[in-house]
């Protein structure tokens, strides 16, 4: 039997990005399909590795910058130059010793601070307007950390930034090396808007974002930019690597646009289906893998 209510009706459509616009000597885009293609249940808590399966070896050691940067203070990277600094004691006793290996038992203190192997978290939020992207605000002001605060018991901290009237994808963890990856310019991490002008956009700007415009820190490129399918020439895609702030609003103000509405909805391969606005949940496994291989 055929369900009478559904029958004959198409699904309803949220914006197309497929249809990029690019440079007029280069081949039309193929269209877009979200490298998340599905939502995967996220494994039950239970299942998941205990920090130290994980982070110790066999004999129950691990290098002190590992257990630095698994503790959600810092990269690898940055905790050899802090140990070498002389700013980390295990036991009472300062270590700069490269290579050096801690036992579960050892007290790692950096900046008067016990440091502690926690299990890593990575949470992706759908944040909402009227919320700003600090861990801290001395002025009181809303902030993305008490819309996560209930996703776990560890301390996590935003992934780059989005400002206070910017809605769409944010990403949350303790993993220092991830989050010094993703934010590093040189794995240009894909980011990708839709975004809502206060007037038609035309063909000519578009060539000039693709080719590049000069603002007042530098020359600024998009990736791809295109029209939203049955929303109106004055809503567009924006796909970009740069993280420089808040390079989206200040290109089409450049050219004499005024954004109204911006909102991210691909954040280096995560998506928003399934994640409503406000709402928070925890990346699977396969979504962590992928994001350690961008």
Same mark, same amino acid.
């Given at each position: 039997?055929?369900?009478?209510?559904?029958?004959?009706?198409?699904?309803?459509?949220? @914006?197309? !990005?497929?249809?990029?616009?690019?440079?007029?000597?280069?081949?039309?885009?193929?269209?877009?399909?979200?490298?998340?293609?599905?939502?995967?249940?996220?494994?039950?808590?239970?299942?998941?590795?205990?920090? *130290?399966?994980?982070?110790?070896?066999?004999?129950?050691?691990? /290098?002190?910058?590992?257990?630095?940067?698994?503790?959600?203070?810092?990269?690898?990277?940055?905790?050899?130059? $802090?140990?070498?600094?002389?700013?980390?004691?295990?036991?009472?006793?300062?270590?700069?010793?490269?290579? !050096?290996?801690?036992?579960?038992?050892?007290?790692?203190?950096?900046?008067?601070?016990?440091? /502690? *192997?926690?299990?890593?978290?990575?949470?992706?939020?759908?944040?909402?307007?009227?919320?700003?992207?600090?861990?801290?605000?001395?002025? &009181?002001?809303?902030?993305?950390?008490?819309?996560?605060?209930?996703?776990?018991? &560890? /301390?996590? !901290?935003?992934?780059?930034? $989005?400002?206070?009237?910017?809605?769409? $994808?944010?990403?949350?963890?303790?993993?220092?090396?991830? *989050?010094?990856?993703?934010?590093?310019?040189?794995?240009?991490?894909?980011?990708?808007?839709?975004?809502? $002008?206060?007037?038609?956009?035309?063909?000519?700007?578009?060539?000039?974002?693709?080719? @590049?415009?000069?603002?007042?820190? @530098?020359? *600024?490129?998009?990736?791809?930019?295109?029209?939203? &399918? &049955?929303?109106?020439?004055?809503?567009? @895609?924006?796909?970009?690597?740069?993280?420089?702030?808040?390079?989206?609003?200040?290109?089409?103000?450049?050219?004499?646009?005024?954004?109204?509405?911006?909102?991210?909805?691909?954040?280096?391969?995560?998506?928003?289906?399934?994640?409503?606005?406000?709402?928070? /949940?925890?990346?699977?496994?396969?979504?962590?893998?992928?994001?350690?291989?961008?």
């Amino acid at each position: 039997m055929s369900n009478r209510k559904t029958e004959g009706k198409k699904p309803e459509k949220h @914006g197309d !990005y497929s249809k990029f616009y690019k440079k007029p000597d280069k081949p039309a885009a193929k269209k877009f399909a979200p490298v998340i293609k599905k939502t995967v249940k996220v494994e039950p808590k239970s299942v998941l590795p205990k920090p *130290a399966d994980v982070l110790f070896d066999k004999d129950g050691h691990a /290098r002190l910058n590992k257990f630095i940067a698994h503790a959600g203070v810092c990269s690898r990277r940055e905790a050899d130059t $802090l140990i070498i600094s002389g700013a980390v004691t295990i036991n009472g006793t300062v270590v700069t010793e490269m290579g !050096y290996k801690v036992k579960r038992s050892d007290k790692v203190v950096m900046g008067g601070q016990l440091l /502690r *192997a926690e299990r890593l978290q990575y949470v992706l939020l759908n944040k909402p307007k009227g919320f700003i992207t600090t861990t801290d605000d001395p002025h &009181e002001r809303k902030t993305v950390m008490q819309l996560v605060e209930k996703a776990c018991s &560890e /301390r996590i !901290y935003p992934i780059g930034r $989005l400002d206070k009237e910017t809605t769409g $994808l944010l990403l949350f963890t303790n993993d220092g090396d991830l *989050a010094k990856k993703l934010t590093h310019p040189s794995h240009r991490v894909r980011k990708m808007y839709h975004v809502v $002008l206060d007037k038609d956009f035309s063909k000519t700007d578009m060539v000039k974002l693709v080719e @590049g415009i000069d603002l007042e820190d @530098g020359k *600024a490129t998009v990736d791809k930019v295109s029209y939203i &399918e &049955e929303k109106g020439k004055h809503e567009v @895609g924006v796909e970009l690597h740069s993280g420089k702030n808040r390079i989206v609003r200040r290109i089409f103000e450049h050219l004499g646009y005024k954004v109204i509405r911006l909102d991210r909805v691909i954040f280096a391969g995560l998506t928003k289906k399934d994640l409503p606005r406000s709402r928070f /949940r925890h990346l699977s496994e396969k979504e962590i893998a992928f994001l350690k291989m961008v």
